[in-house]
């Protein structure tokens, strides 16, 4: 099974051989650096104006050293177009929404139904809008018209909000994420602030909606058990709106999280299947042509069917670049495709390359490519079984190869199985693809349709219970695994000098991997020493009452009268016991424990102390219908004056405020051991 016999191209002249590999990793390092620094745009436009003067003035010579300062200077031109193409493509002036007001809306999907609402996407506009906005739609269940689908307008009332995190400590950064999207703004929209009018929009995008949608109103039809439908639609389809957050947990767990999403997996199975099916079309002289043609058109076709989710998009013109670069007989070269669509999906939209999946799409594609063939060729096996078994074992280890850095930075986790799931979950995708393509095409056969539905809904059962009875096996994942970017850059450079070794047999290569490892364990010794000197308060922006006392690795948990904490609230502390290696919370209910004392804290009835810092609890005024709380915190110091005290009160609990709700206990102040009380 392996994907690429073809070795991989010297080191030397890797960029000479690998063009778009230049052009693209210097356009991302512009871009990249466009994100983190700020820049006076004017000076850029002057500098790129200068470069361009010089090269045109040096471009006619064969001067090896004039040659040399030709393709530096292109190589710094690149990356200062990177550094100028966002400011370009997003828009200067931010929108500022101070009043209610009237928008025509475009309903971009169809509303999925949440625990109190209904959500979609939102195409607004108005006089006032420069261009129309997408913004995050939450409709009021009391009355919603059920009918409401991709493409339908409507009239809202509304005054659009700006996205914001939640305010809690290391949380998922929401608000980036739906920027990455081009949503800044959400509204909420009761039965009285939306009208449906009698016109829908034409847009390809929405047709592709509709037709997903009904073809998964098709699908369940047969697929009566709603996890294995959820999991089905997700699968085929790209539809993930249905499946429970318990699925995708021990998907996650597992390492089988990548089959959830329509992405290089699925495109790659459907151009595995279309190749098998149409091989025929191949004979002749022009056969080859039609081939690349007729599947780059039904890749094309399904991207549309899946409702053209970016994940989807990614993978098609992925596969389109490597099929054009077959066709045109340049093989070799497949890095230069795979590096020329990535720079062709950066230039039609440069946030992308925030995105967690075009990330560890590309990454995981590139390890297979590069990697899996050494690894395959590692042994000769003659037994396809065996052959077969290697080759599915090598691609999962190519690509865990490439993306776990980043799958430890973001999830924090690694799942210890993921060999393993890989032997059922992509023979099992492959049949269920199989399966679900037949049940598309026999539907009109109501009869044979519901039985190839049965087979696809026990077939699916079948790898849930798998999936599951893995998750269920100790040490299946390893959580609370935290690295920062710089650790997790020094790990990319490693396993990059490592593969580098491989090829090249460089020993300066193995020196430089070797080099990189005490960097790691130096890193790891400065969190350890900041690990035990940590001493902070959080207040957690939550419905019930929940603070954070921390000192060293030592904490405690204060709450509210309640038992035991709700799932997102275990998920948030979890968080931040793996991001401060803190010990496992010591649970203090105020309302059940009156009294409470350690070295660290003392909890007497509606007071506090925790070291230095005096917490008293005060019950709400004139807001008894809340239920909720005021704290008043001081701060007492040796250093202070009997007079001087540092206090705050913030409302804790409570939708009605809707602000952040967090502050740390700082050492590093003016005042010699004093704290600081930074209300965010």
């Not at 639609?233 to 996650?252: C, H, M, Q, V």
């Not at 290569?509 to 020493?529: D, G, H, M, R, Y």
Request: net charge positive.
């Amino acid at each position: 099974m392996a994907l690429n016999n073809k070795k991989m191209p010297g080191t030397t002249n890797l960029f000479q051989k690998i063009p778009f590999l230049r052009i693209t990793s210097l356009f991302l390092s512009g871009i990249l650096l466009n994100n983190y620094l700020s820049i006076d745009f004017r000076l850029l436009g002057i500098v790129l104006t200068f470069l361009i003067c010089v090269l045109v003035f040096l471009w006619n010579t064969n001067n090896y050293s004039v040659l040399r300062i030709q393709n530096l200077l292109i190589a710094l031109g690149i990356v200062l177009s990177g550094l100028f193409y966002p400011a370009l493509v997003s828009e200067k002036d931010l929108l500022a929404f101070d009043r209610k007001d009237y928008y025509l809306a475009e309903v971009c999907q169809k509303p999925v139904e949440k625990a109190k609402t209904f959500q979609t996407t939102l195409l607004i506009q108005n006089k006032s809008l420069n261009k129309p906005e997408k913004v995050i739609a939450y409709f009021s269940k009391n009355r919603f018209d059920t009918t409401l689908i991709a493409g339908d307008q409507i009239v809202i009332l509304a005054k659009p909000q700006t996205i914001k995190n939640a305010g809690n400590p290391f949380e998922f950064d929401y608000q980036k994420m739906m920027s990455t999207k081009g949503i800044r703004f959400s509204v909420y929209l009761t039965e009285a602030t939306w009208l449906k009018t009698e016109n829908r929009i034409g847009r390809i995008t929405y047709k592709a909606e509709q037709i997903r949608d009904n073809l998964i109103a098709i699908l369940a039809t047969a697929l009566t058990e709603k996890e294995e439908r959820s999991v089905v639609s997700a699968l085929t389809l790209g539809y993930r709106a249905e499946i429970d957050p318990e699925t995708t947990d021990y998907f996650a767990s597992t390492g089988a999280m990548h089959v959830l999403s329509v992405s290089g997996l699925h495109v790659g199975l459907i151009y595995f299947i279309l190749g098998f099916l149409l091989s025929f079309i191949k004979r002749g002289r022009s056969g080859l042509l039609i081939f690349s043609v007729i599947i780059i058109l039904f890749l094309w076709i399904y991207a549309f069917i899946t409702g053209f989710s970016p994940s989807v998009q990614r993978a098609t013109v992925m596969f389109t670049f490597v099929i054009v670069g077959n066709n045109l007989r340049r093989q070799v070269n497949i890095y230069n495709s795979l590096s020329a669509s990535a720079f062709l999906l950066i230039v039609l939209n440069p946030h992308v390359i925030f995105d967690i999946g075009f990330q560890l799409s590309y990454l995981a594609v590139f390890g297979i490519v590069l990697i899996q063939p050494a690894l395959y060729n590692l042994f000769e096996l003659t037994n396809p079984i065996l052959k077969w078994s290697w080759g599915l074992f090598t691609v999962s280890i190519a690509a865990q190869l490439t993306t776990f850095p980043l799958g430890l930075f973001y999830f924090n986790q690694f799942p210890n199985l993921f060999w393993l799931s890989g032997f059922v979950v992509i023979p099992v995708t492959t049949l269920i693809i199989w399966l679900s393509l037949a049940f598309f095409v026999c539907a009109p056969l109501h009869g044979l349709a519901l039985i190839i539905g049965a087979i696809i809904q026990k077939t699916t059962s079948v790898m849930l219970y798998f999936l599951k009875e893995m998750d269920a096996l100790p040490m299946a994942v390893s959580k609370g695994i935290v690295l920062n970017p710089i650790e997790t850059t020094v790990l990319f450079a490693c396993i990059l000098a490592i593969i580098a070794f491989a090829y090249s047999k460089k020993k300066a290569w193995l020196f430089a991997a070797l080099l990189l490892i005490p960097v790691l364990q130096i890193s790891t010794l400065i969190e350890k020493k900041q690990v035990f000197n940590q001493r902070s308060i959080y207040i957690y922006n939550t419905r019930d009452l929940m603070i954070h006392f921390i000192n060293g690795r030592t904490n405690y948990l204060i709450t509210n009268g309640m038992d035991t904490l709700a799932r997102h609230d275990l998920n948030m502390i979890e968080r931040v016991q793996n991001h401060l290696q803190l010990d496992d919370p010591i649970l203090i209910n105020k309302k059940v424990k009156s009294y409470f004392k350690s070295a660290d804290i003392t909890c007497k009835n509606l007071e506090i102390q925790f070291l230095n810092c005096a917490i008293e609890f005060s019950p709400m005024q004139n807001n008894s219908a809340f239920n909720q709380d005021i704290l008043t915190l001081t701060v007492h110091h040796p250093g202070f004056s009997k007079k001087e005290k540092r206090n705050t009160t913030i409302a804790t609990g409570n939708s009605y405020f809707n602000a952040k709700q967090e502050f740390q206990v700082d050492y590093k102040t003016k005042l010699q051991g004093a704290y600081s009380l930074s209300l965010n």
